[in-house]
């Protein structure tokens, strides 16, 4: 039987599982505890941090930032050996019913044959797209080698409402820089 839980800080055992995951899944380089100190600390957004479990073993999570405009997706990861049986989709389908009919957005790498995540790239917007998502056609810059694409579920925003939302959720991370890494004993 799927269930969903909020992820809570002190649910150590539950964390841990998160954080052995991105390493698995993702180039991450936040932890649980980072995500808890954004989802405390930043007053402009609430967070669905929600994690998916079938018959009480952990299949994966998301990590949903919600503004006034819709949310932003960003971590959905399902364990590797369950990934293709219908986990994402369902956790999918559960953030919808959160919603309802606002826009989810969220970026993927932008699939390009001269990476060497070419087809791990491919597989991830295939599986937004099975999922209903739609490329905006709109090229989001990354400072890395990757340049992102952004999809979107639910009922439009403009292109303005868009680009101030992903300005919000590169804001909300980067309060790690600045504030978070001084709060995490970082003298950086």
């Known amino acids: ?26 180039p991450s380089t936040e932890t649980t505890s980072d995500l808890h100190f954004l989802e405390n600390y930043y007053k402009g957004a609430s967070v669905d941090f929600i994690a998916i479990e079938d018959d009480d073993k952990f ?5 949903m930032i919600n ?11 399902i364990e590797p050996e369950y990934q293709g049986k219908g986990y994402g ?15 989810i957005a969220l970026t993927i790498f932008t699939p390009h044959p001269d990476n060497d995540d070419y087809e791990e790239c491919l597989r991830r917007k295939w599986f937004y797209v099975r999922n209903g998502y739609v490329d905006q056609k709109i090229p989001y810059p990354s400072e890395e080698a990757h340049r992102y694409d952004i999809y979107m579920n639910g009922d439009g925003i403009s292109y303005i409402e868009l680009m101030a939302m992903l300005n919000k959720v590169d804001m909300f991370f980067n309060v790690l820089i600045c504030i978070g890494r001084h709060h995490l004993g970082d003298p950086a």
């Open 89 to 103: 989709t369902a956790l999918l389908n559960h953030l919808r019913e959160i919603q309802g009919n606002r826009p």
């Open 67 to 77: 503004f006034f405009q819709g949310s932003f997706i960003y971590y959905l990861a």
């Open 1 to 26: 039987m799927i269930t969903y839980r909020k992820v809570r800080e002190d649910d150590l055992e539950l964390n841990s599982k998160i954080e052995d995951l991105n390493i698995k899944v993702f």
């Open 59 to 63: 299949m994966g999570y998301t990590y």
